[in-house]
Nanobody
Framework: QVQLVESGGGSVQPGGSLRLSCVAS?????MGWYRQAPGKQRELVAG???????DYTDSVKGRFTISRDNAKNTVYLQMNSLKPEHTDVYCC??????????????WGQGTQVTVSS
């Protein structure tokens, strides 16, 4: 079993910044951040592979930056120029790919991001 623990959420005014962190209990092949509004499905925000390849949803390109420290089994999400519409619970996802035919996904509990004046 893999544990993922997020931190860094909070309340910020529009235009502000937050840096989310997610620490995994072991090294993961891919890690990412999703957002989830009440009653809705999780949506991908950004992802990163162990080799550093990144992927972003269009709405955050140029505003959010995902990075990882493999030595610390940690993924970060730097969120800049935040807007009220970025308010959500942000969840960390980790994926292990032990073989070509298998993948295992793990989720953190989430951290609340609130953007308001």
């Amino acid at each position: 079993q893999v544990q993922l623990v997020e931190s860094g959420g909070g309340s910020v005014q529009p235009g502000g910044s937050l840096r989310l962190s997610c620490v995994a209990s072991r090294r993961l092949d891919a890690m990412g951040w999703y957002r989830q509004a009440p009653g809705k499905q999780r949506e991908l925000v950004a992802g990163i592979t162990s080799g550093g390849n990144t992927d972003y949803t269009d709405s955050v390109k140029g505003r959010f930056t995902i990075s990882r420290d493999n030595a610390k089994n940690t993924v970060y999400l730097q969120m800049n120029s935040l807007k009220p519409e970025h308010t959500d619970v942000y969840c960390c996802r980790g994926r292990v790919i032990p073989t070509i035919a298998a993948t295992y996904d793990y989720w953190g509990q989430g951290t609340q991001v609130t953007v308001s004046s």
